[in-house]
Nanobody
Framework: QVQLVESGGGLVRAGGSLKLSCAVS???????VAWFCQAPGKEREFVAG????????YYGDSVKGRFTVFRDAAKDTVDLQMNTLKVEDTAKYYC????????????????WGQGTQVTVSS
């Protein structure tokens, strides 16, 4: 099973930037790694995803143009660069691995990390 470990969360002011990293134990390019977020009292929702080959990236509507998902092959991580952060981006962010490109539902991802907290202050 794929092992995933997130890092990079923290506290940032609205309008600022933060980069999250997901260390992925699997190097097979057919895998899809996605980022999800979950705010208190809300359901976990899709943020961004990509194939490990880098050929496909896709985003949730609320983050398009602000967030970028990419692979750092040297570090074996899938990173999420978050720019122009908003207070409503405050959530715990999880990375997950699956095999279906363009998947956005939780059930399509069999492996999950423990999450990293992102807090955006006004």
């Amino acid at each position: 099973q794929v092992q995933l470990v997130e890092s990079g969360g923290g506290l940032v002011r609205a309008g600022g930037s933060l980069k999250l990293s997901c260390a992925v134990s699997e190097r097979t390019v057919n895998y899809v790694v996605a980022w999800f977020c979950q705010a208190p009292g809300k359901e976990r929702e899709f943020v961004a995803g990509m194939t490990l080959s880098g050929s496909i990236t896709y985003y949730g509507d609320s983050v398009k143009g602000r967030f970028t998902v990419f692979r750092d092959a040297a570090k074996d991580t899938v990173d999420l660069q978050m720019n122009t952060l908003k207070v409503e981006d405050t959530a715990k962010y999880y990375c997950a691995a699956g095999i279906l490109a363009y998947a956005r539902d939780l059930r399509s991802f069999a492996s999950w990390g423990q999450g990293t907290q992102v807090t955006v202050s006004s």
